[in-house]
């Protein structure tokens, strides 16, 4: 039996950070928006005739799922309707903590309370950082979707 990864932690923008995995509910349901969003791009730019070179195609195809979920990610996003973006980034960072020293160890300390505030302030301001969290976050929630054998 496979024993499933409930947590994470990456390092990123200098700092530590806890991820969790969605709940197969939510994390479905931004599945099936991405993949919506992903045909309205492809819809979008289907007259276009937009070839891939040999190279592109060859590297598409080593991609890792983790790699190729960063890709889809950045397509879908810019197709996702406000409302759908907005659930999946208020989503992914109720699923994140951040490391902070509390007395001699560091523990992770959510960065947005359950009725969507922030307790992470300085992410407020920084979009550039939100956005590479909720990515990171998607890609350890979903990645398994596009794993052989899923």
């Known amino acids: 039996m496979n024993t499933i990864q409930r947590s994470k932690t990456i390092d990123l923008n200098g700092r530590r950070w806890e991820l969790r995995k969605l709940s197969p509910i939510v994390g479905s349901f931004i599945w099936q928006r991405l993949m919506g969003a992903c045909f ?16 592109t195609a060859e590297a ?16 879908a996003f810019m197709h996702l309707s406000l409302d759908d973006f907005t659930f999946t980034q208020n ?9 902070e020293m509390m007395g001699e160890s560091e523990q992770p300390i ?6 969507g ?19 990171e976050a998607l890609v350890f929630s979903l990645a398994s979707f596009l794993s052989e054998g899923a």
Not at 40 to 55: L, R, T
Not at 110 to 115: K, L, R
Request: aromatic share 4%.
């Open 91 to 99: 989503s992914c960072m109720k699923a994140i903590s951040r490391y």
């Open 60 to 75: 598409a195809a080593k991609a890792t799922p983790e790699e190729r979920l960063r890709t889809l990610c950045g397509i």
């Open 40 to 55: 309205k791009a492809q819809e979008s730019i289907a007259h276009d005739e937009i070839k891939m070179d040999s190279a």
């Open 110 to 115: 959510p960065i947005m309370t359950s009725d």
């Open 117 to 135: 505030s922030w307790a992470a302030h300085e992410l407020e301001d920084n979009p550039f950082l939100v956005t590479k969290l909720t990515v």
